[in-house]
Structures are given as C-alpha cells and as structure tokens.
C-alpha cells in the first residue's frame, strides 16, 4: 500500500499556529476532505481537511505544538494502491556478501576555524554526555575580546564525552568531545558479482570543520551579553539594560536573565499584581459557597477577544453618537426583490444595504477610513474600502472582512457576506479573512434592543452598532405617521474624528438608509 503524508496547507502565511484539536486517531479510515485537525490563532480556528482518502497509520504531530504551512500532520495508507507484484522469478546470480546494518560511528568533533584567534575563552557548554543534538546544534560558545562565537555540531547524534569546560581555552583544533552517529549502509555494488573482500574497519574520519557562526557583541552601556542570552532577552521580552551580568567582566548570563524575570512572574501569578493600565486587579471570589457552579475554560479565541476588547477599551477615548433610520422605504424595495432572490437561491437582509450606506458614507466623508500610525504622529489614509462585520459563531466572535464594498452591487454583496459567514461558523477563517478592515458593523438583528455601546476595533476609528427596527410614529410637519425605524449607534476614536466628522457622517449615512436612490447620485 502507498503511505501518502499530510501536510499544512496554505493557511494565509500564518506561522506558528497551535494545534488545539486532533480529529482522527491512528487506525481511523478518513475520506477525502474529513477534518483531521484543528488549528488556532489568535483569531480563528481552522479545520484542515484531508486532501487524501485512506487509513491513518501515523499521527506526527500533537495538541499544543505550533505548525505552519508545510509541516506534517499525518501519514494515510491510500485507498486503492496495491502491493507491487512480486517479480517473475530469475536465475540467481553468484552470492554477494549483504549489505552491511547503519553502522554507530564515532565522529571527534573539534574547535574550527576561528579566524585565527588563540587562547579563546569558553564561556558556555550547552550540551551534556548523553545529549541527542541535530546537525547545526550549538555545542559551545567561545568568546574574545570583540566577539562571541557558537560552535554548532558537525553531525547528528549522542554525545558520548566532552573534553571542555567553561573557563578553559581553546585555539584552532582543540577537541571539544566526541558524538556518536548513526551512518547510512553502503549501497551494494551491482556490477561486482563476487563478494567483497573484508578489510579492517578503519576509524571515523571527522568531517571538515564547519565555520563557527560569530555573533559581533553589541555594547549598549553597560549591557555586555552573548547571542544565546541576547536571544532568551528577546523572548522573554526582557531589557538586557536593567539585568545585572554574575559574568567574567560582568557579562550578562543566562541565569541573569532568569533571576530577573522570576519574582516579575511571580509577582503576576499573585493577587497583588494590578491590572492593565495601572488598574486594580478584581478581587478573587470563591463562588462554590454560595452554591453549586461550573467552571468551564474559555476557548484561545474568546480569550484574544477579551484582551483585545479590554485593550481598545482602555487605549482609545470612545464617543458613540445614536439616531434613527428611516427604513420603510428600504424594506419595501427589499420585499420587493424577495423573489428574485428566491430565483437566485438566496436571501436578501437588510446588511448588503447597510453596507452599501457605510461604504458611501465613508467615501463622501474621507475622515473616517483613517487609522492612526503607530508613531503617534501621523494619520494613514486609505484609499480602499474594506468593511468588517462582526459575527457570532460556536467559536466566539468572528469579525471577517468584506473587500471593496464600494464597487459592488447588492447581490454580489449578498453572496460575499453568505459565503464569509459560513467559513466563520465552519471554523474555516484564515487570518487574512480579518484583516485590513476600514470599518466594521456590528448588527445585533430581532435581539439589539433599543441600542447598544460597540467598541471600537483598533486599529479601525470607528463602528456602527444596528439594533432592532421597530414601527414608530414620526411627524410629518401635519401629522404622525408609523414609520420602521432603525437604531443606529455610531461610536468612534475621538483622537481621530471629531465631532464636526461625525454629525456629517451619521447624517450621510442615515439619508442615505433612508432613501437608497441616494447611492445613484
């Protein structure tokens, strides 16, 4: 049978994703298309279907690891590929001594070329006797007075002794220890028909000395650090600038780093830590006495949505403006064409009209499809109309985007919107199905109440909450008369727009709602 193997398929450039879920396990048949897993990022999940109908005969992977576009998931007895046929049968040829088994071999691995430097510090080791490397691994790392250099392992294997420490000092040639590895069986020689003569096994030749690779030390004051501590720093987010080096000359080591994150960390695990923003903490309730309860663990995604909601909250000074949409006119041009969308297998809601209103509005008042720089100091405008629209989905809240609202008509709208808020409840997103929104509508349909408060999603400026449409009487200059009206609550970054911006958009928009012919002019 054939083993087909499963890999990551495009998923939008995203790097790094976490595996939260394995559908199959080792003996399941799967057809082609099943979910065989399902990955999460900080936005979305995505279900990874099989591009292979078979049995599974091998998982690679795991919950909890991080995967990206190319790695393999799982391997799949095809369905349909048979054994080979065996051979018709033929003479057989003289005997030939087999094949020998992969040979364990001894490889002494020793200082390279170091350009020329003698009597060269070892400042670390970072592998032990009886540690499995991979080609490339660093196995030391030297320093000079200009430099640090880490020696990386020739080959892949154990490491059976190490005749290094640190503070000895080595030059050119020095032996650093010996790995042992396992070498590929010789090929048979076909074109010899008699068996080879045995020889005496001759000792492994080390393979030529592979370049250490140098890493210039960077002075900033007073930080002096090699590139393996320069690259924990860098992971831990830490400023080398505020570490104390325990090091030869007060060169910042790794246990530096480790002594000063711990108490940060505790610090944070602990109750007294605050919160965002310099915000007290809420403090901790057992609610188990005062009856039963459940506690049930949010999903990554629920959770990403609560850091970013928390963080747009805190960071951009929120102002929400409310009116009312005439939309009787609307819903009878909608009514109207529910046959045609009948004909054309779909339904027409009152969002692709909404849209089509946001997207001429935010072109006929340019102060709007802005976001602020990350310098602080300028304003990008975009000349592209891009709209998000929030969605609620199993997986918690999906803000997928729709490209270039401006240049489409209603019925391409409506099939744009059907399909991304399918893919959303499917758990089918990419990351770049939720990025480079202008603008985002947050529509709350039949359960939006009378009008609610949207946060602004950075880094947009602004977002239109819609609640429910209700029959309410409007006066006509001679007399009331029912009207279907619409809620609108407009909320935006008032270090961006002002409210001048805002009064001539929200009263665009809503015109615009109010009579849809307005979208011809």
């Not at 991080?66 to 080979?84: H, R, T, Y």
């Not at 509005?361 to 304003?379: M, Q, R, T, Y």
């Amino acid at each position: 049978m054939a083993i087909q193997s499963i890999k990551v398929p495009d998923i939008g450039g995203a790097e790094g994703v976490e595996v939260i879920e394995i559908s199959v396990k080792v003996g399941d048949v799967v057809a082609e298309g099943d979910s065989i897993v399902v990955l999460e990022t900080d936005k979305a999940s995505m279900e990874i279907p099989a591009d292979v109908a078979g049995k599974v005969v091998a998982i690679k992977i795991n919950v909890g690891d991080k995967v990206s576009q190319g790695d393999l998931l799982i391997d799949v007895e095809a369905e349909g590929a048979g054994a080979a046929a065996e051979p018709a049968p033929v003479a057989a040829p003289a005997p030939a001594a087999p094949a020998p088994a992969a040979a364990s071999a001894e490889v002494a691995v020793v200082v390279p070329d170091i350009g020329g430097a003698e009597g060269v510090d070892v400042i670390e080791v970072n592998v032990n006797v009886g540690d499995e490397v991979s080609a490339g691994d660093t196995l030391i790392v030297l320093e000079t007075d200009k430099a640090s250099m880490e020696v990386p392992a020739e080959v892949a294997g154990k490491v059976v002794s190490l005749a290094i420490k640190v503070g000895d000092k080595v030059s050119q040639g020095s032996a650093i220890g010996v790995i042992a590895t396992t070498g590929a069986a010789p090929k048979a020689d076909a074109a010899k028909a008699e068996a080879p003569k045995a020889e005496a096994p001759k000792p492994a030749a080390a393979p030529a000395p592979v370049a250490a690779k140098v890493e210039e030390i960077v002075q900033t004051g007073d930080v002096y650090a090699g590139p393996a501590v320069r690259k924990l720093a860098r992971q831990l987010g830490v400023d080398l600038g505020k570490v104390s080096g325990t090091g030869p000359r007060g060169r910042l080591l790794k246990d530096d780093v480790r002594t000063y994150v711990k108490p940060i960390v505790q610090a944070a695990q602990s109750g007294a830590a605050v919160g965002g923003a310099g915000i007290p903490r809420v403090p901790a309730v057992d609610f188990a006495k005062f009856g039963e309860i459940e506690t049930v663990k949010m999903s990554k995604v629920k959770k990403i949505t609560a850091d970013n909601m928390t963080r747009n909250w805190l960071n951009i000074p929120h102002v929400t403006q409310w009116d009312d949409a005439d939309i009787t006119d609307l819903e009878a041009f909608r009514n109207s064409l529910k046959a045609e969308a009948e004909k054309r297998g779909s339904k027409l809601t009152p969002l692709p009209f909404l849209l089509k209103a946001a997207a001429a509005a935010l072109v006929a008042e340019p102060s709007f499809n802005v976001s602020l720089h990350h310098d602080g100091e300028s304003i990008v405008h975009k000349k592209y109309v891009h709209i998000g629209i929030a969605v609620d989905t199993p997986n918690g809240l999906m803000v997928p985007v729709i490209r270039n609202v401006d240049k489409k008509g209603l019925w391409e709208l409506t099939d744009d919107i059907n399909a991304i808020v399918k893919k959303a409840r499917d758990g089918k997103l990419l990351p770049a199905d939720m990025q480079g929104g202008c603008f985002t509508i947050s529509s709350l349909g039949a359960a939006g109440g009378n009008g609610f408060t949207p946060i602004v999603n950075a880094p947009e400026v602004a977002i239109l909450g819609v609640s429910r449409a209700q029959m309410k009487p409007v006066w006509n200059g001679k007399e009331f008369v029912p009207r279907n009206m619409l809620p609108l609550s407009l909320s935006y970054d008032h270090r961006a727009i002002n409210g001048a911006d805002a009064g001539r958009f929200f009263t665009y928009l809503t015109a615009v709602v109010a009579d849809v012919r307005r979208l011809l002019l």
